[in-house]
């Protein structure tokens, strides 16, 4: 766990507007050298956009390998002085501003003496909205749900025929976007609490916090210091902000009180501003029925709360959106969304036995949320890197469905012990399959599978012990799905 000062994570409003304004200002007049901390495609991006319009830039990465040497060499082609496996610190302290990756912890010395030299340190996506400001934002954030959540945003935006795109912690890096000789009229903006953290200009057209749970305490000295930088979304709200929040979370609810704005909620378990009637099957928007929970392809009461959120934003985003006709189209576009890839995504069905890859739950939470959604016995592939939550809260919905739970990796040991004693008389379905490779815990689940069963990989833990992302470990479980298949 990081031993970060509290400082770090604790919001000073008037400093965070005066970064904001700096930044701007610079960027309305590029001149001298910028500082890009971190090679990732976010500072690859970041470098390309700054030097595109007049900055000088210098980028550097304490890592040296071959990703972030293939970054160095694009970097270089477009006159960027790089650095890898060391930071230039003085240098660092001398630019117009900095530039962070998100992936670049706060309390690294070069960051540290960026701020006591009194440079600016934003993220690529604080830079990104600055050049453009006729581009209006959802901007969607959350422990969970808040991928599946942006993408139905922008999927219920072009529906009505707007010009939007994804873009953020979604995938393609703002700066990608904001380079374009062309922008789009509409973000959809998923941000990572990591972003927020470095975004202090952010004043969202609608801003969406989906849920909110303990999240990245191998990188947090707290759950409170993970909140903080969530809270972070709200830091420039005003009397006409719009936001949309799930009712059915306590947190969220401290969180948003006091916020300036209107707050449209969202709810699976009672009544909302947009809500799930169970004695129906219908989701409920602004008092009327909406759509047939039948006909929302995605599995989960989760995904149901997820649609509810990015109708409501979109509702509220724009008055012209808000029409029957509008809504109708929306309804018609729900319909054919398809499951984004590693989110309690079925990735095989033989024999009677269901594949679900949902390799994106990589916190505890999110992977409670996949089991109380399962209705099969489960053959439960849980395990990777230890993010530095308890595993105990998985055992109720264990209880109810599970068959057999497969602990592997770098957490396998700690996940299991704490399962067994969590299921009690249960304990034995818990294995703990020491020094396994992922081929080999799956192997073992298919040959436990039987017609009926649900083989889940949902495993509560980041996949660096065995993978570069949880994407490369969903296209591979994907792959040995349909081998066994």
């Not at 990465?61 to 006159?79: E, V």
């Not at 309804?331 to 949902?358: C, K, M, S």
């Given at each position: 766990?990081?031993?970060?000062?509290?400082?770090?994570?604790?919001?000073?409003?008037?400093?965070?507007?005066?970064?904001?304004?700096?930044?701007?200002?610079?960027?309305?007049?590029?001149?001298?050298?910028?500082?890009?901390?971190?090679?990732?495609?976010?500072?690859?991006?970041?470098?390309?956009?700054?030097?595109?319009?007049?900055?000088?830039?210098?980028?550097?990465?304490?890592?040296?390998?071959?990703?972030?040497?293939?970054?160095?060499?694009?970097?270089?082609?477009?006159?960027?002085?790089?650095?890898?496996?060391q930071h230039d610190i003085?240098?660092?302290?001398?630019?117009?501003?900095?530039?962070?990756?998100?992936?670049?912890?706060?309390?690294?010395?070069?960051?540290?003496?960026?701020?006591?030299?009194?440079?600016?340190?934003?993220?690529?996506?604080?830079?990104?909205?600055?050049?453009?400001?006729?581009?209006?934002?959802?901007?969607?954030?959350?422990?969970?749900?808040?991928?599946?959540?942006?993408?139905?945003?922008?999927?219920?935006?072009?529906?009505?025929?707007?010009?939007?795109?994804?873009?953020?912690?979604?995938?393609?890096?703002?700066?990608?976007?904001?380079?374009?000789?062309?922008?789009?009229?509409?973000?959809?903006?998923?941000?990572?609490?990591?972003?927020?953290?470095?975004?202090?200009?952010?004043?969202?057209?609608?801003?969406?916090?989906?849920?909110?749970?303990?999240?990245?305490?191998?990188?947090?000295?707290?759950?409170?210091?993970?909140?903080?930088?969530?809270?972070?979304?709200?830091?420039?709200?005003e009397a006409s902000s719009?936001?949309?929040?799930?009712?059915?979370?306590?947190?969220?609810?401290?969180?948003?009180?006091?916020?300036?704005?209107?707050?449209?909620?969202?709810?699976?378990?009672?009544?909302?501003?947009?809500?799930?009637?169970?004695?129906?099957?219908?989701?409920?928007?602004?008092?009327?029925?909406?759509?047939?929970?039948?006909?929302?392809?995605?599995?989960?009461?989760?995904?149901?709360?997820?649609?509810?959120?990015?109708?409501?934003?979109?509702?509220?985003?724009?008055?012209?959106?808000?029409?029957?006709?509008?809504?109708?189209?929306?309804?018609?576009?729900?319909?054919?969304?398809?499951?984004?890839?590693?989110?309690?995504?079925?990735?095989?069905?033989?024999?009677?036995?269901?594949?679900?890859?949902?390799?994106?739950?990589?916190?505890?939470?999110?992977?409670?949320?996949?089991?109380?959604?399962?209705?099969?016995?489960?053959?439960?592939?849980?395990?990777?890197?230890?993010?530095?939550?308890?595993?105990?809260?998985?055992?109720?919905?264990?209880?109810?469905?599970?068959?057999?739970?497969?602990?592997?990796?770098?957490?396998?040991?700690?996940?299991?012990?704490?399962?067994?004693?969590?299921?009690?008389?249960?304990?034995?379905?818990?294995?703990?399959?020491?020094?396994?490779?992922?081929?080999?815990?799956?192997?073992?689940?298919?040959?436990?599978?039987?017609?009926?069963?649900?083989?889940?990989?949902?495993?509560?833990?980041?996949?660096?012990?065995?993978?570069?992302?949880?994407?490369?470990?969903?296209?591979?479980?994907?792959?040995?799905?349909?081998?066994?298949?």
């Open positions: 766990m990081t031993v970060s000062s509290p400082s770090l994570y604790t919001l000073d409003v008037s400093r965070s507007r005066e970064t904001a304004a700096a930044v701007a200002r610079l960027l309305s007049r590029p001149a001298g050298e910028v500082a890009v901390i971190g090679l990732a495609s976010s500072g690859l991006a970041a470098a390309r956009l700054l030097r595109h319009i007049g900055f000088d830039v210098y980028a550097s990465d304490r890592s040296d390998s071959a990703s972030t040497r293939d970054a160095a060499d694009a970097m270089r082609a477009l006159g960027v002085t790089v650095d890898l496996g003085p240098r660092i302290s001398r630019a117009a501003f900095v530039v962070v990756s998100p992936g670049v912890p706060p309390e690294i010395a070069p960051l540290q003496a960026a701020r006591t030299a009194n440079v600016p340190v934003v993220s690529e996506v604080e830079v990104a909205l600055r050049l453009m400001p006729a581009t209006r934002a959802i901007a969607v954030t959350g422990t969970n749900g808040k991928t599946t959540t942006t993408a139905l945003v922008g999927h219920l935006l072009r529906a009505l025929g707007e010009n939007a795109m994804d873009a953020g912690n979604i995938g393609v890096p703002l700066c990608d976007v904001a380079i374009r000789e062309s922008r789009p009229d509409w973000l959809a903006l998923e941000l990572s609490s990591f972003q927020l953290h470095d975004t202090p200009g952010l004043m969202p057209t609608v801003g969406v916090l989906t849920t909110l749970s303990a999240d990245h305490l191998d990188r947090y000295p707290s759950v409170d210091a993970y909140y903080a930088d969530k809270q972070r979304m709200f830091a420039n709200a719009r936001w949309v929040v799930s009712a059915d979370s306590a947190d969220i609810a401290t969180m948003i009180s006091g916020v300036p704005g209107t707050v449209a909620r969202f709810s699976v378990h009672g009544e909302a501003d947009g809500w799930y009637d169970r004695s129906s099957n219908q989701l409920i928007v602004d008092g009327t029925p909406f759509m047939s929970r039948d006909d929302v392809p995605l599995l989960g009461d989760h995904n149901v709360a997820n649609v509810l959120a990015a109708v409501l934003a979109v509702l509220r985003a724009d008055k012209a959106f808000a029409t029957a006709d509008a809504r109708s189209h929306m309804a018609q576009a729900i319909t054919r969304f398809v499951a984004l890839p590693h989110r309690l995504e079925p990735v095989a069905d033989y024999n009677g036995v269901l594949w679900i890859n949902d390799s994106k739950a990589t916190n505890v939470d999110s992977t409670l949320v996949a089991l109380q959604g399962m209705t099969r016995p489960i053959i439960h592939l849980l395990g990777g890197r230890h993010k530095g939550e308890s595993y105990n809260a998985l055992a109720a919905p264990l209880l109810a469905h599970g068959k057999a739970v497969l602990c592997y990796g770098e957490a396998g040991e700690q996940a299991a012990r704490e399962l067994r004693e969590a299921l009690g008389d249960r304990a034995d379905m818990v294995q703990w399959l020491r020094d396994a490779t992922f081929d080999q815990v799956v192997e073992t689940a298919s040959s436990l599978a039987k017609s009926g069963d649900a083989v889940l990989l949902s495993p509560a833990c980041s996949s660096y012990d065995m993978f570069n992302n949880y994407a490369e470990r969903g296209a591979r479980f994907a792959e040995l799905a349909r081998a066994h298949a």
